[in-house]
Every structure is written in C-alpha cells, then in structure tokens.
C-alpha cells in the first residue's frame, strides 16, 4: 500500500493549501482515511478523517478544513482554508483495512498505513 502526501508549502495567516493524498494504490477500497499532523517536539495529532461518507474533524480544525476524495482518482484531499500558524506541521495521509467505530477514528494507532508526511508553515 503506497500513499504519499504532498501540496504542502509555505503560507500566511488566512492563506489556504490543499494537500493531497495520490497516487494511493489498495489491495482493497478503504472505507477510512484520514489525515493526522505532528508540529515540532509534539506528538501526531488526528487532524480530519472520511469513514465511508460521513466526515470527522479535530475540533481546532473544524469550519477551516474539509476532507474530501475522488476514488476515481484514487486521491483524498485535505482542503485547509483561513490558515494559522498553530497549523504548522507535517501533514501525514493514512488508511485502515478495517472499519473502525468511530471512537476509533481519532488515534493513529487506528491505521496501518502511512504516507511521507509534506509540510505545512504558516507564517504568522
């Protein structure tokens, strides 16, 4: 399973970038994804995921950000408007094989495969 994030970049407060997460190839059609971040010297963070159609989000995130994906493109995206600079981080994309009950969404321990992570800086 390969997924790789990328659209990250430098930013200024209230700029918007929208990540990507493609070419993801499956063995399998993942009815969850989900997009986590880690800021410097902080531990990975649940960010915003998709389990099936419904959508979840971190509440620091929620109104700014939206998650989409495009299986036809075999893509998921993360669009981040009104940017912070608490929202500096490396954005990584994820998926699960399984079907998590929602309480589950939330952990990275949730999901079995990782992308390389793209950079996000928001300059204040």
């Known amino acids: 399973v390969q997924l790789q994030a990328y659209g990250g970049g430098l930013v200024q407060t209230g700029g918007s970038l929208r990540l990507s997460c493609a070419p993801f190839?499956?063995?399998?059609?993942?009815?969850?994804m989900g997009w986590f971040r880690q800021g410097p010297g902080k531990e990975r963070e649940f960010v915003a995921a998709m389990r099936y159609t419904s959508r979840y989000f971190t509440n620091s995130v929620k109104g700014r950000f939206t998650i989409s994906r495009d299986n036809a493109k075999n893509t998921m995206y993360l669009q981040m408007n009104s940017l912070k600079p608490e929202d500096s981080a490396v954005y990584y994309c994820?998926?699960?094989?399984?079907?998590?009950?929602?309480?589950?969404?939330?952990?990275?321990?949730?999901?079995?495969?990782w992308g390389q992570g793209t950079q996000v800086t928001v300059s204040s």
């Open positions: 994820a998926s699960t094989r399984s079907t998590p009950i929602v309480g589950n969404l939330y952990s990275s321990g949730t999901y079995e495969y």
């Open positions: 190839t499956h063995t399998f059609t993942p009815t969850t």
